[in-house]
């Protein structure tokens, strides 16, 4: 009975701290070095004033996000305030 009671009572804090480890994960598109240095790239091109150039590279960092950049953005944009 008592190995029971130790066992449950070292599983438990596991347990309770599952959910918030996972809620603290980035997702993966966020962690994939190719994205961010297709980002980076954009960034930079769009600061170069080469918008061709750079928009092609945001649609390849979307693409290589499995199109979750995008809808991050329109979620964003229907969030913002009117008139911004």
Same mark, same amino acid.
């Given at each position: 009975? *008592? *190995?029971?009671?130790?066992?449950?009572?070292?599983?438990?804090?596991?347990?309770?701290?599952?959910? +918030? /480890?996972?809620?603290?994960?980035?997702?993966?598109?966020?962690?994939?070095?190719?994205? +961010?240095?297709? +980002? /980076?790239?954009?960034?930079?091109?769009?600061?170069?004033?080469?918008?061709?150039?750079?928009?092609?590279?945001?649609?390849?960092?979307?693409?290589?996000? #499995?199109?979750?950049? +995008?809808?991050?953005?329109?979620?964003?944009?229907?969030?913002?305030?009117? #008139?911004?």
């Amino acid at each position: 009975m *008592r *190995r029971q009671i130790l066992s449950a009572s070292l599983c438990l804090p596991s347990l309770i701290c599952l959910p +918030v /480890a996972k809620a603290q994960q980035t997702p993966t598109f966020q962690s994939d070095p190719k994205f +961010v240095s297709t +980002v /980076a790239e954009a960034k930079k091109l769009a600061a170069q004033r080469m918008y061709d150039f750079a928009i092609d590279h945001y649609k390849k960092a979307n693409k290589i996000s #499995g199109k979750k950049l +995008v809808a991050k953005a329109k979620a964003a944009r229907e969030s913002a305030p009117a #008139g911004n």
